[in-house]
């Protein structure tokens, strides 16, 4: 039987307070963390999977390594260097995570990135002021797997796409694009998404790399607007919402930011009656 071998790398949340003083009374400073603590910056199996925060720091043997930020999740997942975001390579570099979204980090020597010397981390804004409903952690779905969200070549790929899934109360839509020439809009009716009319959306995407998460039952639509003929080519999506039953609910745990979230909303005060 052929042995399989599954190299981790660091999938890392940063949660970005918005409202800290409803958890402390008082705003915390920004900590810097030390990438792979004592490993440091390398290409060992593993390093990076137990910790986080808000700047990072990288330390390494700038001789033979660098630190290449890079825009998407492809260049990510395949070694891509050659259009960097940024460039580190002093061999102690700090970089501060200021915008949410996903952020991605690389070696730029392909052989230490293939072995496993990357960082893919995902910042996300979060207010204590505001009640938030914690729903068992769901299945992420690329929208439109290797095609992404672009137009596709054929019409109804889309349709076919969600049509062969069960999406369920907190399930996610990651949908990866290129941002100059397309966005994604959540539209109403099923009338604005067959006229692909993006006059009156529920709300509008446009990082170019949208988690979108599934919190209500029902059927949703999705579109593109910078573009006008994408959409009538096809780049649209609806997908079909079921609710979250018992059996379903049991199987799935929270995820790490959930817990995390339920646990700072215990901080949140009680209103006095």
Not at 88 to 108: A, C, M, Q, R, W
Not at 191 to 199: A, G, M, R, V
Not at 240 to 249: G, K
Request: aromatic share 12%.
């Amino acid at each position: 039987m052929a042995t399989t071998t599954t190299l981790r790398t660091l999938r890392f949340v940063f949660v970005m307070m918005m409202s800290f003083t409803v958890l402390m009374g008082r705003h915390c400073s920004a900590k810097i963390y030390k990438v792979g603590d004592s490993e440091g910056w390398t290409a060992k199996a593993d390093t990076y999977y137990d910790w986080a925060q808000h700047s990072l720091l990288f330390e390494y043997d700038h001789n033979v390594n660098d630190v290449t930020q890079v825009s998407s999740a492809l260049a990510y997942d395949s070694c891509d260097s050659t259009s960097p975001k940024a460039v580190y390579n002093t061999g102690n570099d700090t970089v501060t995570l200021k915008e949410p979204g996903y952020h991605y980090f690389i070696s730029s020597n392909h052989a230490q990135c293939v072995a496993g010397q990357k960082l893919e981390v995902l910042v996300v804004r979060y207010d204590l002021s505001r009640p938030r409903k914690i729903f068992p952690f769901g299945n992420t779905y690329k929208v439109g797997d290797s095609n992404e969200w672009s137009v596709p070549k054929e019409n109804d790929l889309y349709y076919k796409w969600s049509e062969e899934k069960q999406f369920h109360v907190g399930d996610s839509l990651l949908f990866y694009y290129d941002d100059e020439v397309n966005d994604v809009l959540e539209v109403n009716s099923d009338l604005e998404f067959k006229s692909c009319d993006p006059s009156s959306p529920l709300a509008v995407h446009s990082s170019g790399q949208d988690l979108i998460r599934l919190t209500k039952p029902g059927i949703h639509y999705f579109i593109t607007s910078k573009t006008s003929r994408h959409c009538e080519d096809g780049l649209k999506l609806r997908v079909v919402v079921r609710p979250l039953h018992r059996a379903v609910r049991e199987k799935r745990k929270l995820s790490p930011l959930e817990r995390l979230i339920k646990w700072l909303q215990s901080f949140r005060p009680h209103p006095h009656h």
